[in-house]
């Protein structure tokens, strides 16, 4: 990427990167009430990371490759958060289940 690119699109990727790594952060920590909401941000900040790199891609800022490689490294973390949060709530409504039974 040249110079006003880097600094224009290439810096906000970099800057959803670096959130998404602070929310995953915060997920890991936070009681199990929060989680869920925090890996939603997650999933918002992946939906970006997607579109900013398809706009770089056919704007021909980075190679085909390049664009393979990092699409589907996003999908992969889309699917790693998806799942943690579809556990997370399987494992939040069975208790509420078995508190309703109680």
Request: without cysteine; glycine residues 8%; aromatic residues 8%.
């Given at each position: ?5 880097r600094f224009g699109l290439g810096s906000r990727i ?48 980075i190679a085909h490759n390049q664009f393979s490689v ?19 709530i399987s494992k939040t409504s069975a208790s509420r ?6």
């Amino acid at each position: 990427m040249t110079r006003t690119e880097r600094f224009g699109l290439g810096s906000r990727i970099d800057h959803s990167l670096l959130e998404l790594l602070e929310f995953l952060r915060k997920a890991m920590y936070a009681p199990i009430t929060r989680k869920v909401a925090l890996l939603e941000g997650a999933s918002e900040i992946i939906d970006s990371l997607r579109f900013f790199t398809q706009l770089a891609w056919e704007a021909h800022l980075i190679a085909h490759n390049q664009f393979s490689v990092f699409g589907s490294d996003i999908e992969e973390l889309g699917k790693i958060i998806g799942g943690w949060k579809k556990g997370l709530i399987s494992k939040t409504s069975a208790s509420r289940a078995e508190e309703r039974r109680e």
